[in-house]
């Protein structure tokens, strides 16, 4: 049996083992593309979350104590004589589930509109059930609002590089690793965040590529980089401009290239160079003097053929955007683009954050990047509406806004002004809890699917073992058929086949021939794909690549750097044995020994004044207690932990700071105090 890894962007093709309809052992697939043949211990392990996971429908007690009276009476019939599930709910046949889902939007939009609902989610599920979210909620429930979890991860991808490139999507192939000279990862924990595209750079390096690592702490790939820059907070900008700055001093660029293929350089050099933020600015800041000399030997080694890697290190940000283009500067100044082996490469999160946002589960993009009707609300948007009472209901799908979004006070807060909250999801979770209703779906194990990952690869996933529960679609298509709108998909194949008349870049991708090997957008009719993009032109309207000069601004802790403050700055992300909100893997007993909790990691020079277990406080809000762990990984005054547990409400310390352009959350820093908890 053959399908795909969900649990990151690389996504492994994997093999099962199975005994009496259960997987009993996952196995890598020998000549898998994506998985280079290798699997992480998530992929091995990560399918054991199945004995736990949501196996019903449920409606909410109070929903119903508060909403029966105002139901037609053929539903209030319907809700006698049914089973408690728990304190909270009840279990519900799917019919009803479904009618009453259908009943209470339409009464939203009777006495409200349409536009008082959001759809949020869709970059964990297929690719069919994230086009019939976005379609759901703009043709059936016409609102505008939908938006998917790139909110919070690779949102300044899409947008930085779209605004130079065209194309907010990889530009190579994860095997274009072994044809390149030079990597430089800035940002991205890949080890712990995207094995197997570790493990590929960890093969380059010993066939000879040189590896540049730029990060804020000490990272398990380090250990492989020829040269290693430890960034202060928030300093991408700076470092990233001054390395450009660096190549045109030096005359190091590819005057060649610019001239051919670029636009706007002339612009933008005259502005970078009366920068006043350039490598002689490291100079001044006490333990980051070497990175002058970094930034000269960096600018030599990426005239080479590079491959510029990234991740939320780079997005999560309030400069994301502007950093993600500072990068793509970078690769055009040096021709590093649109060849075998050089090009841009964001490591996205998220197994299927590409396929949503290929298929518009964004406000600003519908199908393949169609301007819509009408543009709607990101999600921060939609969180401040709900907190003014305007948005009224929430329909969401595999997001769990409750535990990975920032600010959640806030968040909690403008949740309770919902009249209602739908939830479609595989296992019990921080949103789930809040719910009126939840509809248990499929996971990725049990349904056919196709998810795209980071290096633009559609995978048909099929599915390993049976299950009674439907899929995302099939339940959207079933609420949709009670409003007027008729669809008859009988598979996952019919859906996909209207996905691939509406979204160009897939249109030669037939399950017939996604069947035979996966593919990279963009596929033509016959089915020739692309492991690399922009060879002649870029994607933008006049086919060049587009120049943009980003003033970095001064703050955080580079400021401190220049005033000789010391404050607590945390940065937070992942770790290899848990996804996201841990909710799958964390009923993995192999997973979780491995990593069972959040902890918190702080340099040794703080040894006196730092117990065993600490609680963090932001402006907005506090950390329950976590466990300390001294590191030389993390310098003094800045501190790491993983978000992965809810029960130790680390998002609770970030708070409305995100992205200028996207709005994705400044989840990479935040100033904190420490309170040491007895
Ligand atoms: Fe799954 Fe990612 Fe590990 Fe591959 S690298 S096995 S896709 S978690």
Redo the contacts with the bound molecule.
Sequence with gaps: MKSV????????E?DAKIQDDKIVKIKPVKDGI??GGE??I???Y?FEFLNNRLKKHLINYKFIKKNAPNMPLELQVRLANLTPYNENFYEAPLSLAVDITAWKLKEIIKNFSSHSIACIGGARTSIESAWFFQHFARKVLKTPHIDNCARVCHGPSLSGLKMSIGEGASSVDFDAIFDTEVIFIIGSNTTEA???VASRIIKAKKRGAKIIIADVREIPVMKFADIKVILPFESNLLFLNAIAKELIENNLIDEEFIKNRCVKFEDYKNLLLHDKYDKHFFEKLNGFKQIKTKIEEIAKIITKKTIFVWGLGVTEHIDGTEAVNAISNLAMLTGNIGKNGAGVLPLRGQ?NVQGACDVGCLPYYGPDYQIPEEIGLMTPDVIEEMLKGKIKALVNMGEDILHIHPNQNKIKKAFENLEFLAVLEVMENEITKKADIVFGVKSAYEKSGVYINAERRLHLSNPLIESDLPDDWEILQKIANRFDNIFNFSSSEEVFEVVRKEVKRFEGATYERLKEKSLQWPIDKNGNDSPILHTQNFSTPDGKGHFHYHKYHLRGEVKDLVENKKRWWLNTGRALPQ?NNAAQTKHSDKLSKRYGDDILLVNPIHKNEIGEFVKLKSVYGESAPVKVKFSESVRPYTLFTTFHFAKNKINYLFGDAHDHKVKTARFKAVEVEIINVD
């Excluded at 890894?5 to 996504?11: A, E």
């Design positions: 890894c969900t649990y990151c962007g690389v996504g492994c994997i994506s998985s699997l992480c998530k992929g091995r990560g995207h094995p197997m197994n996804y």
